[in-house]
């Protein structure tokens, strides 16, 4: 039987690179010019239809696809919020234009173990300080499951990078705590600035425990070496609760 070798394009060189670029580097303007003439919702819309290969293909492949683009559509809602909420200070939205045009151009197409996780750990945190803002007012149910769906997909993202056996298991227990720790926050809830305490809360917890995983993974994590982490951890946290306002005024 003769084989019949299929040409393979890739976008690495040339006009279909340098297209490609373009038209990634124009989204974050576009996004930008929605939210100030006033189309938030269309903002969000133009999110989603930039993943329009998601739903290029049979239905019962929907919901893998989405999964794996979830941290990508974390991160663009995060930037329209963040976007939105600096309203008349044009200075801080360009600025949030710039960052969401480096990820999309820098930190997105890097696919290493290393980058995949850097993703999975931005695209959690600027989603869980925009969800607190936001939705800061809304019941500890919808709080919860929020966070609950942030910290899930973004664990999943994590760990493909691993071929983790427990990657679902793992996720779903990391989701759990989150949202646990939200649904106790929620009757409390404080903020240091803009970021909010479970936000922080969760945020450091996430970052000394992908780098615990990540030294272990590679065999370069060692008994002092996780004592170390364990206790900057512990130390960050206690430092977070003691120094919170507890009076319930905003830091």
């Not at 490609?20 to 010019?33: K, S």
């Not at 512990?234 to 830091?251: K, N």
Request: net charge positive.
């Amino acid at each position: 039987m003769k084989l019949l070798r299929l040409r393979q394009t890739s976008p690495k060189g040339g006009y279909s690179a340098f297209l490609h670029v373009v038209l990634t580097a124009v989204l974050p303007l576009l996004i930008y010019v929605l939210v100030v003439i006033g189309f938030v919702n269309l903002a969000f819309a133009m999110i989603i239809l930039s993943k329009w290969r998601m739903f290029a293909v049979k239905a019962r492949h929907w919901l893998a696809n989405f999964r794996a683009n979830a941290v990508d559509i974390f991160v663009g809602f995060s930037a329209i919020i963040f976007i939105s909420l600096a309203d008349g200070q044009q200075s801080v939205q360009l600025l949030w234009v710039i960052l969401y045009t480096a990820w999309l151009l820098f930190i997105k197409p890097q696919s290493t173990p290393l980058w995949i996780g850097i993703q999975a750990l931005i695209a959690q945190t600027a989603s869980l300080v925009a969800v607190f803002l936001i939705w800061n007012d809304a019941s500890e149910t919808g709080l919860t499951v929020a966070v609950w769906a942030v910290t899930y997909l973004s664990a999943r993202h994590f760990l493909s990078a691993f071929d983790e056996a427990m990657a679902r298991a793992s996720a779903y227990s990391w989701a759990f705590f989150c949202a646990a720790l939200t649904w106790l926050s929620a009757h409390w809830l404080l903020f240091f600035k803009s970021v909010s305490q479970p936000a922080l809360i969760i945020t450091v917890i996430a970052y000394g425990m992908a780098a615990l995983y990540y030294l272990d993974h590679t065999e370069r994590l060692r008994r002092g070496l996780r004592r170390q982490f364990v206790s900057l951890m512990i130390a960050a946290v206690m430092f977070i609760l003691v120094f919170s306002d507890w009076a319930g005024d905003i830091i």
